[in-house]
């Protein structure tokens, strides 16, 4: 089961280092990191996507990060309301005669061009990692030319309601 881990860290060299190497020594696999700046001068976020088989080692895994002396807050938010987005940038081969059909594809998606040469096109779409996933998968047939994703960034929701919408009726 995939988990969402949030650690808040404080800013300075090897904190990266000392984190991932605790995630390598219990055996988690990172699937996703990403980590950055926050509204406090000198503390980080690290979001990281772990792929989780025991629960037990999960919750020994948030212990022993909280107990890190750079780690200032770990959380698991995997199963709370949560914001959470990930940018891609993909280079898809677009001939001339193809490029309509694939803006096309990209139109649903909000996916923006942000470069294009005679033959390739790069496209620029932020999202849950499902819908960047399924963009991919669209765009494959063209010929993925190159790929890079930033990596999971998320945090908890203020209200932890489900979204419901509502019609209201005049």
Known sequence: MKRIITATVINQSGVLNRVTGLLMKRQFNIESISVGLTEQAGVSKMTFVVNVE???????????????????????????????????????????????????????????????????????VTGEPEKIDAFIDLLKPYGVKELTRSGVSAFVRETQKPYTAQLSIL
Do not use: C, W
């Not at 940018?87 to 923006?112: C, D, H, N, Q």
């Open 54 to 124: 025991d629960e037990r080692k999960l919750e020994q895994l948030l212990k022993q990060l909280q107990k890190q002396i750079d780690v200032l807050k770990v959380h698991d938010i995997t199963d709370k309301a949560t914001v959470v987005r990930e940018l891609a940038l993909i280079k898809v081969a677009s001939p001339p005669a193809a490029r309509g059909e694939i803006y096309s594809i990209a139109e649903p998606f909000r996916a923006t061009v942000i470069d294009m040469g005679k033959n390739v096109t790069t496209f620029q």
